[in-house]
């Protein structure tokens, strides 16, 4: 491939770099995108902070520029590493408390959806659940 960089070894994707990276879809097609490699705690992929634990930052951390790795997730078949260098932004406190936040979302959910399936599908001697009910006891507990 001409188009594609040389590898360069002096460049390697780590933890605290900021990278640029291709992907290379099925079709042939391919998406730039550049993000700061981070610690897990401090990610925040919208604030373009990446985990160092999630699969597109394992799949590049400790290769060179130029280096074209395979990446199997959806249409993605591989990630070509563009350019890494210093780290671009500090990432705040604020992405932790957002994702402490969605957690406790989520976790809400899973319960409330465990509820309504119990109250859906239980009947005994103590008579019929009204999933209704857990909607209205979730809303008030809010």
């Known amino acids: 491939m001409d188009d594609q960089p040389s590898l360069d070894r002096e460049k390697i994707a780590r933890l605290n770099s900021h990278v640029e990276i291709e992907l290379v879809y099925r079709s042939g097609e391919t998406e730039k995108l ?39 997730s959806e249409d993605i078949l591989a990630v070509r590493i563009l350019s890494v260098g210093a780290i671009a932004a500090t990432p705040t406190d604020e992405a932790a408390a957002r994702r402490a936040e969605s957690i406790r979302k989520a976790e809400q959910a899973s319960a409330r959806t465990s509820a309504m399936i119990f109250a859906s599908s239980f009947s005994g001697k103590w008579g019929d659940y ?9 809303d008030e507990g809010s």
Request: charged residues 20%; without cysteine.
């Open 34 to 72: 550049a993000f700061d490699i981070v610690p897990d705690q401090q990610a925040d992929f919208v604030s373009g902070f990446l985990g160092e634990s999630t699969p597109l930052a394992q799949s590049i951390l400790d290769n060179p520029v130029g280096e074209t790795v395979p990446y199997l």
């Open 130 to 138: 009204d999933p209704g009910g857990i909607e209205k006891w979730e």
